[in-house]
C-alpha cells in the first residue's frame, strides 16, 4: 500500500485500503481527525502508515453514532478504551433510548388509529394528537399540585406526586397509550383541579397536618396494596388501623368506634376522581394480567374495610 521511496500514500489508497469513500477520509483529515504527513508537490495528500488504524478506529467509533467532537476528545486524549469512550457511549445509549421509547409510543399511537371503528377515528386522533411522544408527565404533576393543599411541605409533595403520577412506560401496548392519552386529556380538561373540591381533611389539616396526613396514607395504601395483590376482600386488620392512624394523627383524636363512624361519614362524603385511578390501572398494568393496585384503589379498599366495620357496628 505504503510507496516505498517514501512511506506515504495518496488519499486514494488510503480509502481503497479501508473500505471507505475517498470523500470520507477528506471530511475526516477537513476536521482534524485523520492529520496529513505531508501533501505531494501537486498539492494531493499523503499519509503515513499510522493512518490507516486512526481511520479505521474513526469509522468504528462514528458506526456508533458518536458525534465528530466526541470522536476528537478520544483520539486526543488517546483513550479509545478508557473513560472518556465509556461517557461518549453511555451518552449515546441514554440518547438511543429516548429515540427509541419516542419510536415505539409511535407505534402505539398508529396501531390505535388504525385499529378503531372508521366513526372513532377522529376522536382518537385528537387524544393521541395530545400527547408529546413519549409523553409528558407534567399535566399529570400540575393537576395533582393545584389539589394538594397549599401548605403541603415540598419533601410530602414529592413522594405523593411519585405515588400518584405513573411513567409512561418505555414500550406501551396500544391499550396503555390509549389510557394514558386518556388520562391527559382528563387532567387537561377545561374543570381543573384547582377548581375540584377537596376532601374534608384538607381544610382541617392545619400547618403540618397534610405531611403527616399524606406520610400516614402512603404507609396504609402500601399496606392495603399487599392485600390486593393478593385478591383479599376488605377486612378490618392492621391496614384499616393504619388507616385511620393517619386521621386520628391529623385531627389529635383517639382510634375509637365513634371516631371510625365520624371518618366513614366524612370519606362517604368526599369528592372522589375515581377516573383518574382507573386510568392509571390500565397504565401500569400488564393487558391480560392482574390490575395493579394504586393509591386510589388501596383508597377504596380501605374505605370498603372501614365502612363495613361501622355498618356492623351500627
Not at 159 to 185: M, T
Request: glycine share 8%; net charge neutral; charged share 25%.
Amino acid at each position: 500500500m505504503f510507496t516505498p521511496h517514501d512511506g506515504l500514500c495518496s488519499i486514494g489508497e488510503l480509502a481503497e485500503r479501508a473500505g471507505v469513500t475517498v470523500k470520507a477520509v477528506r471530511f475526516y483529515s477537513d476536521r482534524g481527525l485523520l492529520p496529513e504527513a505531508s501533501r505531494s508537490a501537486g498539492g494531493h495528500r499523503r499519509y503515513g502508515p499510522e493512518a490507516l488504524g486512526r481511520l479505521r478506529l474513526v469509522r468504528s467509533l462514528r458506526a456508533l453514532g458518536l458525534p465528530v467532537r466526541e470522536v476528537h476528545r478520544i483520539l486526543d486524549e488517546e483513550d479509545a478504551a478508557g473513560s472518556v469512550l465509556e461517557d461518549a457511549v453511555a451518552e449515546q445509549l441514554r440518547a438511543l433510548g429516548s429515540q427509541l421509547k419516542a419510536l415505539r409510543w409511535r407505534e402505539a399511537g398508529l396501531q390505535l388509529v388504525q385499529e378503531c371503528p372508521p366513526g372513532e377515528r377522529a376522536d382518537r386522533l385528537a387524544l393521541i394528537g395530545a400527547l408529546a411522544a413519549p409523553p409528558s408527565t407534567a399535566p399529570l404533576a400540575r393537576f395533582w399540585r393545584s389539589w394538594l393543599p397549599p401548605r403541603m411541605p415540598a419533601r410530602a409533595t414529592a413522594a405523593f406526586l411519585e405515588a400518584a403520577v405513573p411513567e409512561p412506560p418505555d414500550d406501551p401496548e396500544p391499550a396503555q397509550a390509549l389510557a394514558f392519552a386518556r388520562l391527559n386529556a382528563f387532567v387537561t380538561r377545561p374543570c381543573t383541579g384547582a377548581e375540584q373540591p377537596r376532601p374534608e381533611a384538607h381544610r382541617t389539616a392545619g400547618a403540618h397536618g397534610p405531611a403527616v396526613l399524606y406520610a400516614g396514607l402512603a404507609q396504609a395504601y402500601e399496606l392495603a396494596g399487599t392485600q390486593l395483590r393478593r385478591g383479599r376482600e376488605p377486612y378490618a386488620g392492621e391496614e384499616l388501623d393504619s388507616f385511620v392512624g393517619a386521621y386520628t394523627s391529623v385531627y389529635g383524636a383517639r382510634d375509637t368506634p365513634a371516631f371510625r363512624e365520624r371518618l366513614a361519614r366524612q370519606l362517604a362524603a368526599d369528592p372522589r376522581i375515581d377516573r383518574y385511578w382507573e386510568l392509571v390501572t390500565e397504565v401500569i398494568s400488564t393487558p391480560g394480567g392482574p390490575p395493579e393496585p394504586t393509591p386510589g384503589s388501596a383508597h377504596d379498599w380501605l374505605f370498603a374495610a372501614l365502612d363495613a366495620q361501622t355498618s356492623a357496628a351500627a
